[in-house]
């Protein structure tokens, strides 16, 4: 993705224990009343259009 002379990438990521444990705790937040402000697209500080996000299998564990 090219950036824009004003823009920051920020990279992050979540560990869960399963899958049933971040579908669990997904729906949770999406319920949480004090997120609806942020969930607002109008509001949102960013683009989620140019936001990625996805799920992937380990392939190699240590």
Known sequence: MKLK???T?????IVY???RQRDSVNA????DPRLAP????KSMSF???RMFWGGFKTIVEL
């Open 5 to 7: 002379p004003d823009e």
């Open 38 to 41: 942020m969930m607002d697209p």
């Open 47 to 49: 683009d989620g259009k």
């Open 17 to 19: 224990k399963s899958r």
């Open 9 to 13: 990438v920020v990279f992050s990521w």
């Open 28 to 31: 949770k937040v999406m319920k």
